[in-house]
């Protein structure tokens, strides 16, 4: 009988690598015969599982965790038409049927019919579906068809793989936030967060074009990361504050666009630095963005917060400025990305030499026994990009 491995969430702090069910085409009772089973070839540890390891979500001690996957088909359901056994694919994180209102519409993030609990499903997330998570040896992808962007050449793209395993969330995820930021040529924009999103973000602002690229965080190891390939940076624990230290790189306190890749457990800025205050950024992105400027919001907001710092920030209700925006005529994007809108171009960008991501948010390959280590140096700030290699196919 084939085996299976996976890390599982074992309470706030804690993750383990146990034997888990090999995946059939099926969740539940839920028949998948349009879906796949991959061979996992790489998955990444992201910032969205940290905040369930943290203990801030309602995360269930046992879940597979992991969104982020990029796999070989063993064995394809009888529905499935186009994809075949041996094609190395992407997996976008949201599950999405392809057949909804939404999924016509190109809303993949918010699919109506992969989730009874609300519209949007992940791989091995909290509330999103029940979907088992992929950073295992072996995962089950439904809808393969409409969900796996299929890499033309194998051996093109192991030699890429590093970069191409960012397809599944965070490259996307950080172009959407630069896309709906309205980044374009000549662009002055401010990312707030050198985390792997952050600078996958930074790294999208440049490949639209952006003619500075500014980013804020509290980790030197993170902001040298980003002064790595070419962006300003903003020491957020200074006592400076985020426009004056604008100011001194621009010469105004003021960008075009602004976007939000830390999410609700920001911190203060300066003295607040070590205080927890989950408002601080969107009303920072407000106070710097231009009358007439947009601010993209990738980072993650969620509905329930146990460990939230007040009883407001437990349901997700934060002390937003919405009349600051409001009067500066602020657009504001949020949710989820819609992977697939982006995807492709994002791997013909790869392929083509145009982007280099993974150099960006620093990839460090790792095996999955070494998985918690990973989730231990990612929560005290390493600026890496964990990346787990469950085969030895990278290295290999």
């Known amino acids: 009988m084939a085996t299976n491995r996976g890390v599982e969430y074992m309470g706030p702090g804690k993750?383990?690598?146990?034997?888990?069910?090999?995946?059939?085409?099926?969740?539940g009772d839920r028949k998948c015969e349009h879906g796949v089973i991959l061979k996992v070839v790489s998955t990444n540890i992201c910032g969205s599982d940290q905040h369930m390891v943290r203990g801030r979500t309602t995360?269930?001690?046992?879940?597979?965790?992991?969104?982020?996957?990029?796999?070989?088909?063993?064995?394809?359901?009888?529905?499935?038409?186009?994809?075949?056994?041996?094609?190395l694919c992407s997996v976008p994180f949201n599950i999405a049927c392809g057949r909804c209102r939404n999924c016509k519409e190109g809303k993949t993030g918010i699919c109506l019919n992969v989730n009874p609990a609300r519209p949007g499903a992940a791989y091995g997330y909290v509330d999103m579906g029940g979907w088992v998570g992929g950073q295992a040896e072996?995962?089950?992808?439904?809808?393969?068809?409409?969900?796996?962007?299929?890499?033309?050449?194998?051996?093109?793209?192991?030699a890429k793989i590093r970069d191409l395993t960012l397809l599944s969330d965070i490259f996307p995820?950080?172009?959407?936030?630069?896309?709906?930021?309205?980044?374009?040529?000549?662009?002055v924009v401010y990312v707030a967060g050198a985390g792997p999103v952050g600078l996958a973000s930074a790294a999208a602002c440049q490949l639209l074009g952006a003619a500075v690229v500014i980013v804020g965080d509290m980790i030197p190891e993170r902001l040298a990361q980003a002064k790595s390939f070419g962006c300003e940076v903003v020491d957020l624990k200074k006592d400076a504050s985020l426009g004056e230290q604008i100011e001194q790189i621009l010469g105004t306190p003021e960008v075009d666009s602004a976007v939000d890749c830390v999410g609700f457990e920001a911190r203060g800025h300066g003295s607040d630095a070590s205080v927890e205050r989950p408002a601080t950024v969107l009303n920072s992105m407000m106070t710097i963005t231009r009358a007439g400027g947009a601010?993209?919001?990738?980072?993650?907001?969620?509905?329930?917060?146990?460990?939230?710092?007040?009883?407001?920030?437990?349901?997700?209700?934060?002390?937003?400025?919405?009349?600051?925006?409001?009067?500066?005529?602020?657009?504001?994007?949020?949710?989820?990305?819609?992977?697939?809108?982006?995807?492709?171009?994002?791997?013909?960008?790869?392929?083509?030499e145009k982007v280099h991501v993974a150099k960006a948010v620093n990839v460090q390959v790792i095996s999955l026994d070494q998985a918690a280590e990973g989730y231990h140096d990612f929560d005290k700030g390493a600026a890496k990009k964990f990346v787990i290699d469950p085969h030895g196919s990278i290295a290999a």
Request: proline share 6%; charged share 20%.
């Open 173 to 187: 995820t950080g172009y959407h936030g630069a896309v709906t930021a309205g980044v374009g040529p000549g662009s």
């Open 15 to 27: 993750v383990e690598v146990h034997s888990i069910d090999f995946p059939k085409l099926a969740l």
């Open 59 to 87: 995360a269930p001690v046992g879940l597979v965790l992991g969104h982020e996957i990029t796999g070989e088909v063993i064995e394809a359901g009888r529905d499935v038409e186009f994809i075949k056994k041996g094609d």
């Open 295 to 352: 601010l993209g919001i990738p980072g993650l907001y969620v509905t329930d917060d146990p460990g939230g710092v007040d009883d407001n920030a437990k349901t997700g209700t934060l002390g937003i400025r919405i009349g600051l925006g409001w009067a500066k005529s602020h657009t504001f994007a949020t949710g989820q990305c819609p992977v697939m809108k982006y995807n492709r171009a994002l791997m013909m960008a790869i392929l083509h």
């Open 138 to 158: 072996y995962v089950m992808v439904p809808y393969a068809d409409f969900n796996l962007l299929r890499f033309p050449d194998k051996d093109k793209a192991m």
